[in-house]
């Protein structure tokens, strides 16, 4: 019998003891027996709403927020969350506590928002970048000339936190992460295509840009769209100058889906054109290997290497060579892939958990299905509205 199912059969056995108990002539017994029974089902009942999301036995902490959430976003390298809020309103959400840092509004919504790890807002406006302290109050300044479209702003950070870039389709801009200087710009006209990606290598020395440019008739066969990608260091006098720059060499349209730093000297690139196919190049421009598939991720230490096929979720090492494969029945919606090869995943409503050699170790069922789901080291994040939870899955944390 499992545990529940103990718990029910006890509890079942206090609501019957009791009338006998006071038939019998022991009032205090049958009294002892009611006030259990009542205090089983108030603890029980305050459980399961508890278990918003998850329910099947997984703990779950939850949180109700001031303001309904449109989006949350993870603080890499800590439990710190950052939650876009209607009303122009940004919180910072702290996972160790389970509580609110700080929560500020703005008189005009912020078209770009990221938190740092020490729990400092960076934040973009239409001709200015912002930081703001560990509190929400806004510490520095920085403005800029801002692109003829205002549309689409983008702030990431390097890897070891001194600089920032803001990326618009138009404009890529590199900071110092505290603001005090600009370290140049390029152009969407210098790169020869549109910023549809932008980042920086992690040690801050790269700046990758990745777009698509549409191509005249007379180049193309028929008008298609190229995608295209380069990338761009430090210039001797400042600014950025091209290292090198590549393109998708097809007729048919092919759009740059992903583009990122898979390394300090590895690049990793998701193209679609007839097909997904990924791509690894070394940081000088040369192709170590591509595969056909799509939605690759990394392992944390960047060693592993996850993927779709029309056969399955895939694992295995950036030389190219397979550890395991699982054939999904539903549409994979989150992954994450551990330096063990182990995977953590979202298939479908199923929280599912492999070991290193691909053998299913638990599953749980969503008891219901959040806005917004992300997978941390510490769980599975559940966010709905006003209501924010995080699942605590077998091993996480560990």
Do not use: I
Request: aromatic fraction near 8%; charge should be neutral.
């Amino acid at each position: 019998m499992s545990r529940q199912r103990w718990k029910g059969a006890a509890w079942l056995g206090m609501v019957a003891a009791a009338p006998l108990l006071w038939a019998g002539g022991r009032g205090g017994w049958a009294l002892g027996a009611g006030l259990g029974a009542f205090l089983w089902l108030a603890l029980e009942t305050r459980r399961r709403q508890q278990a918003h999301f998850g329910g099947g036995g997984l703990a779950e902490r939850h949180a109700r927020l001031a303001w309904p959430a449109l989006g949350v976003q993870a603080v890499p390298g800590c439990e710190l969350l950052l939650l876009n809020h209607a009303g122009h309103r940004v919180s910072l959400f702290d996972l160790a506590s389970f509580q609110l840092r700080w929560e500020r509004g703005f008189s005009e919504a912020p078209l770009a928002a990221m938190a740092l790890p020490d729990g400092r807002l960076l934040w973009a406006g239409e001709s200015s970048l912002h930081l703001s302290d560990a509190q929400g109050r806004d510490q520095a300044r920085l403005g800029f000339q801002a692109p003829l479209l205002r549309q689409a702003y983008r702030l990431s950070l390097s890897q070891d936190g001194r600089r920032v870039l803001l990326s618009t389709p138009w404009l890529a801009l590199v900071a110092q992460a505290d603001l005090s200087g600009w370290e140049g710009s390029v152009r969407w006209e210098d790169a020869g295509h549109y910023l549809k990606q932008a980042c920086l290598a992690p040690d801050g020395g790269g700046l990758l840009l990745g777009g698509a440019l549409l191509l005249e008739e007379a180049d193309s066969g028929g008008g298609a769209m190229q995608g295209r990608w380069d990338l761009w260091r430090p210039g001797e006098g400042g600014g950025w100058v091209k290292a090198w720059g590549q393109a998708a060499e097809s007729y048919a349209n092919t759009h740059l889906r992903a583009l990122r730093w898979a390394g300090p000297d590895l690049l990793l690139l998701e193209l679609q054109s007839q097909g997904y196919e990924f791509r690894l190049l070394g940081a000088d421009g040369s192709e170590r290997w591509r595969r056909r598939g799509e939605h690759p991720v990394l392992s944390p230490g960047q060693g592993l290497l996850a993927f779709e096929t029309d056969s399955g979720l895939h694992v295995g090492g950036l030389d190219g060579a397979e550890r395991w494969r699982w054939a999904h029945q539903e549409r994979l919606r989150a992954v994450r892939l551990h330096d063990d090869a182990s995977v953590t995943l979202l298939e479908g409503m199923h929280l599912r958990g492999f070991d290193a050699q691909g053998r299913s170790r638990w599953s749980h069922r969503w008891k219901r299905d959040p806005q917004h789901v992300a997978l941390l080291a510490e769980g599975a994040l559940a966010l709905e509205g006003e209501r924010l939870s995080l699942l605590r899955l077998p091993g996480a944390g560990a």
